[in-house]
């Protein structure tokens, strides 16, 4: 079951991930000015989109609101 569970969590990781760097990209904004907006480092910005890192709930709500969304939002995924 353990295995099934992380599995799962590393799509949403990623499916999040790409929805973040979208986002960005189209507001114009590089890692490092997501990062300093979101109150975070741009590498942990990187790892984030590349699905590599959790994000803890504190930094999802951070990276909604540099990206003008609500934490809702930013977590549905398809």
Same mark, same amino acid.
Do not use: H, W
């Given at each position: ?7 799962? =969590? $590393? ?33 942990? /910005?990187?790892? /984030?989109?590349?699905?590599? =890192?959790?994000?803890?709930?504190? %930094? %999802?709500?951070?990276? %909604? $609101? %540099?990206? =003008? ?10």
């Amino acid at each position: 079951m353990a295995r099934r569970s992380y599995k799962i =969590n $590393k799509v949403f990781c990623r499916k999040i991930g790409k929805k973040i760097k979208n986002l960005r990209m189209e507001l114009g904004l590089s890692q490092e000015q997501l990062g300093f907006k979101a109150k975070m480092s741009g590498s942990f /910005i990187g790892r /984030i989109e590349r699905g590599e =890192n959790d994000m803890p709930l504190s %930094a %999802a709500i951070n990276v %909604a $609101k %540099a990206l =003008n969304l609500t934490l809702p939002e930013l977590v549905d995924v398809k």
